[in-house]
């Protein structure tokens, strides 16, 4: 989902960069509202654990690969502005240090990423707990789930509208490659929530910004 | 080259690398009066004959490859307008072969990603530190 430079044409990189940089611009004046010096090493460590687990990618059949996201997760902890805007600056440097992505395609690459698994599964994963509060677990794992899925069919749609593939060609492949992702993003969020309520509950009730 | 090379590293998507490497084998096709089957289609067999590489020849008529084991390789070049050539070769030695990285190691990389994120914590943390001191 990291796509790179050169394969996004002039309408596509505009109009997502705009809307990225704007979302960027709304969730940075949320942080600093709130930001005391106790959140500040939390949104360190949480971003380079955003850092590290997208940069280690796993095989899967078609012969790609892919790679957890952890923003979903965030977003669970520290809130969606606060994992749209680690997500933001975590692409930047994997861009520039890891050659993950590009530069000019960081908005749409923030947007499939970071505003998808950040923001509007933040709010759909609240919207479903009101109405299923009993599985929990489950609709953790469905939601991080469907933040990659969701994330991989946007990419899918933009790469198509540029030009690059065929949506109806390349959908297949690319859900097939994330769907596995996806049930392995969902695995790793519902573990390290669980985890968090074991040895340290109190991490999971700081304010989400 | 090397500033050139590490540019070119920013384009390319994740877990894509790539390394040079010399002593491939190169092939060069042309007609009797030694104009180049520019852009023909090839088809080369391993051994156990199965397609081991496929695509188009270069402008000049040439293609190069890595074989992966020794013994009688077969290639098959058309141009698509009724010329062509199918040819068996030995391969006898695939021991020298050399692969040039070019990029830094992963692990590198991302320690290189942390000290960024962790500096730039440490720089936001002194900044907010010293507003709320100061309040």
Redesign the interface.
């Known amino acids: 989902m990291?796509?790179?430079?050169?394969f996004l044409d002039f309408k596509t990189v505009s109009g997502t960069n705009l809307f990225s940089f704007l979302t960027l611009i709304y969730s940075i004046k949320r942080i600093l509202k709130k930001?005391?010096?106790e959140r500040?090493?939390l949104?360190?460590?949480f971003?380079?654990l955003i850092?590290?687990i997208?940069?280690i990618?796993f095989p899967v059949p078609y012969g790609t690969?892919v790679?957890l996201s952890g923003i979903f997760l965030i977003s669970l902890i520290l809130g969606p502005f606060s994992s749209f805007f680690l997500s933001f600056?975590?692409l930047l440097?994997?861009?520039?240090?890891?050659?993950?992505?590009?530069?000019l395609t960081i908005g749409a690459n923030s947007f499939n990423l970071s505003f998808i698994g950040g923001i509007f599964c933040f709010y759909l994963y609240k919207f479903l707990e009101k109405i299923l509060q009993k599985i929990k677990y489950f609709l953790i794992f469905f939601v991080s789930f469907l933040s990659i899925v969701l994330g991989s069919i946007f990419c899918t749609f933009f790469l198509s509208i540029s030009g690059k593939i065929l949506f109806s060609k390349a959908i297949l492949p690319m859900l097939f490659s994330h769907i596995v992702g996806g049930i392995v993003e969902g695995i790793f969020t519902c573990s390290i929530i669980k985890f968090f309520e074991k040895v340290k509950p109190e991490i999971l009730k700081i304010e989400k910004i | 080259m090397h500033i050139d090379l590490l540019l070119s590293l920013i384009i390319f998507s994740h877990g894509v690398d790539f390394e040079f490497f010399e002593n491939a084998k190169g092939i060069r096709f042309f007609y009797e009066d030694g104009t180049p089957l520019s852009f023909a289609e090839y088809k080369i067999y391993s051994p156990r004959n199965e397609i081991f590489s496929e695509g188009e020849l270069d402008k000049l008529g040439r293609v190069l490859f890595l074989p992966c084991e020794p013994g009688k390789w077969k290639i098959e070049v058309d141009d698509g307008m009724g010329h062509g050539i199918i040819k068996e070769f030995e391969i006898k030695d695939i021991q020298n072969i050399i692969f040039l990285k070019t990029s830094y190691p992963l692990y590198l990389k991302i320690l290189t990603g942390l000290g960024i994120i962790f500096g730039f914590t440490g720089i936001v943390f002194y900044i907010i530190g010293r507003k709320y001191a100061h309040t």
């Open positions: 990291h796509i790179p430079d050169g930001l005391t010096p500040v090493p949104l360190g460590i971003c380079a850092f590290l997208q940069a990618s690969s790679h600056f975590t440097i994997s861009a520039i240090i890891l050659g993950h992505g590009g530069i």
